[in-house]
């Protein structure tokens, strides 16, 4: 039988055997990960400089420890002990997930269930509408304003609105809001709130106050962003001990594996390192911003390791296409019902003059 006919013939098959909603899902599509070659990687706003030295080492002692035969802590004490004393909580207001959108995920199972809704702002994350279809339930998108900010609309009372998440700053734009207004649409919504701070590293400001000061509110932080470990899979969330309860039923025993563990813990132990490496993407996402305006571009103030730019009168595509022609991967966002632009991470130095030398020359 030809191949194609074999694959047409599994399709039909599994697509009959799996939940229906399943079947019927757009999956969630992540940026493109190119494995090997020789890219400029603009793309998915991973950090461009190795994480502290402190990983490595945590990480060849864990191996040597002969720890790996045995199960990892299911709670990752160490970890919560360390991040505790930097975030000024106890440990017992953090848990600990394979990366951030593990705990994305945990919150929405423990949350929203069948028929039930999550209201998340648009364009944003996309990620939390898919996790909200994986619960057979709906997704309430509420448009932000021009401006990016986003009006009371948003914490709108609605029966079947079980959680809402902002990502803060948000993505694709890199705008925040800042933590009065969090607090008061935390204060009108009728369900929890999600501040998803993958960014929050890189800005002014954060919501860590509103967890102590309101049940309702939790935090997500992500180690692939500001602490360069995308390729390990750690991130935890911080909110009140009774909320933090319910989430331990729903996570996996074992989520973080003893690897990730140790080198989280020595990477949140070295500040230094965070400071350091947070002035230089700030300076760099400076430069970015200036010379992409005087490119003609609207580039927007970016409180993320990232910019969203947009021209008045150039398609934007063409533009991506052509970087990519050139071995510069920067990301193409369209959203439907909305309009399209190009987020740029912020590279190396080095990086983005190179990507700027590109698009003086389209
Ligand atoms: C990158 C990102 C995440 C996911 O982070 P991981 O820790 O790598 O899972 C979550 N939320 C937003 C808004 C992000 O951009």
């Excluded at 207001?93 to 949350?111: E, K, Q, Y």
């Excluded at 069948?114 to 619960?135: K, V």
Aim: glycine share 8%.
């Amino acid at each position: 039988m030809p191949a194609a006919r074999i694959m047409n013939h599994t399709r039909a098959t599994s697509t009959s055997l799996v939940r229906p909603d399943i079947a019927a899902l757009a999956g969630y599509v992540p940026g493109e990960q190119p494995q090997g070659g020789d890219w400029i990687k603009l793309n998915t706003n991973e950090n461009p400089y190795p994480p502290s030295p402190a990983v490595a080492r945590a990480v060849a002692a864990a191996v040597a420890g002969r720890t790996l035969a045995k199960y990892p802590d299911p709670v990752a004490t160490a970890f919560r002990r360390r991040a505790g004393d930097v975030l000024g909580v106890d440990p017992d207001w953090i848990i600990c997930g394979n990366g951030s959108d593990d705990l994305l995920t945990i919150l929405v199972r423990t949350f929203v269930g069948a028929g039930e809704r999550l209201r998340m702002p648009y364009p944003s994350y996309i990620l939390y509408r898919t996790l909200a279809g994986l619960q057979g339930a709906g997704c309430d998108e509420f448009h932000y304003a021009r401006d990016w900010s986003l009006d009371d609309g948003f914490a709108a009372a609605a029966a079947d609105i079980r959680l809402a998440i902002i990502a803060n700053p948000n993505s694709p734009s890199g705008t925040l809001l800042a933590p009065d207004r969090v607090r008061e649409l935390a204060a009108r919504l009728p369900c929890g709130l999600v501040v998803d701070e993958a960014y929050g590293d890189f800005a002014a400001t954060n919501c860590l106050d509103l967890v102590r000061e309101n049940e309702r509110v939790i935090v997500t932080r992500s180690f692939s962003k500001s602490y360069a470990l995308a390729g390990l899979r750690f991130g935890f969330a911080v909110a009140q001990p009774t909320v933090i309860e319910q989430l331990l039923k729903v996570k996996d025993s074992y989520n973080c594996d003893t690897l990730s563990i140790a080198a989280a813990t020595a990477a949140i132990d070295d500040q230094a390192w965070l400071a350091a490496n947070r002035a230089q993407i700030i300076a760099t996402r400076r430069r970015l911003t200036d010379e992409l305006r005087r490119l003609g571009y609207d580039a927007l103030e970016s409180q993320a390791n990232f910019v969203w730019c947009t021209h008045p009168e150039r398609p934007h595509r063409p533009i991506y296409e052509a970087l990519k022609a050139a071995g510069i991967l920067i990301r193409y966002m369209h959203y439907a019902g909305w309009g399209d632009g190009l987020r740029v991470s912020v590279g190396t130095d080095a990086e983005i003059d190179a990507f700027l030398a590109r698009m003086r020359s389209l």
